[in-house]
Structures are given as C-alpha cells and as structure tokens.
C-alpha cells in the first residue's frame, strides 16, 4: 500500500519504517532509512531544470537495489538507453517505454515486462561500422516487414503496440 508520506525536497522520512508499503519521498535517496527490513520499497524523485528522475528500490533486509530508474522532462518520459546490442539483447520495458540501441552486431532483441495496452517504442541505431541487421522477438509488422537503413550511424524507429501476445508494430527510417 501507499503511504501518504510526500515530503517536501530535501525532507527526511523516517516514519513506517518498518511497515513493507511504499514509501514515497521528493528528495534524493540519501535520506531513506538504513536497510534491515525485507520487501520495503521506496520511491524517490529529484527534479532539476525540468527533469525529474524517479528511482524505485527495494530492501532485501540486508541492502536497498535499485531496480527501475525513470526519467521525465518536461512531463513527457525520457528516451532509455539500453546499451550496445552484441548479437543480442533483452530489453526491459521497466526501465522505460522509449528505449534507444546502439546495434553493434546483428541482433536478436528480446522483451520483458510489457503491459496489454501500452505502446513502446524504440531507436535503433546503427554503429560507426554499419550493415547491422537487427531481429524483434514479438514485433509483428504484417504485411510491411521494415526495411532499415543499415548505413553507418543512421536511425531507424520502430513503435509497438502490445496486444497481450505481441506487439502490433510500425516503422520509420531516419535518412533513408
């Protein structure tokens, strides 16, 4: 359950310390209590020129981890970076709906976490190298499969729509 436990930034929180709800705080995670108690949770956000950054963490009993970290700037969410691709890579719609890839290898990209109704978008990006093509498990394009433009450092954007099953997918290349 959620507390009603908004503080004002740079506020220490230090009540329900040992009640497993979420706890939420509009200052950096510094000022959460030290670990101890397994299955707390805690979200903090800080927010500079615009930008806000939520983390969400958990307590283990013994320290807290991250485990999602999302941007928003301007009230609109910010682009992932998922990392260089390899010859593959699973991407996890927890860290965020926009994702960017940089495509170091032919891929094989995998999914986790979407949510039936949500629509996820990601940036594939194309090495200084080039020539790298790149496979979406899930992603059903119907009857446009997506040409990419595999020249060095280009952009392609494909955006998804997942139905539950697979994602209902779209294309666009950036200076085809």
Known sequence: MVRNNINNVGATYNTHDSDPGIHVQSSAAGSRPAAGTAGRKWVSTTTVGGTTVASLAYDTGSAWVTDTTFTVTN?????????????????NWNNGPVQKVTLTGNATLTFSNPQTGSTYTLILVQDGTGGRTVSLTG??????????????????????????TEYLAAFAVKGA
């Open 75 to 91: 009230g609109q969410p910010g682009i992932y970076d998922a990392g260089n691709s390899g010859t593959s890579l699973a991407i």
């Open 139 to 164: 992603f059903d394009f119907g009857d446009n499969p997506p040409s990419y433009n595999t020249a060095l450092n280009k952009k392609n954007v494909v955006s998804g729509l997942y139905d539950g």
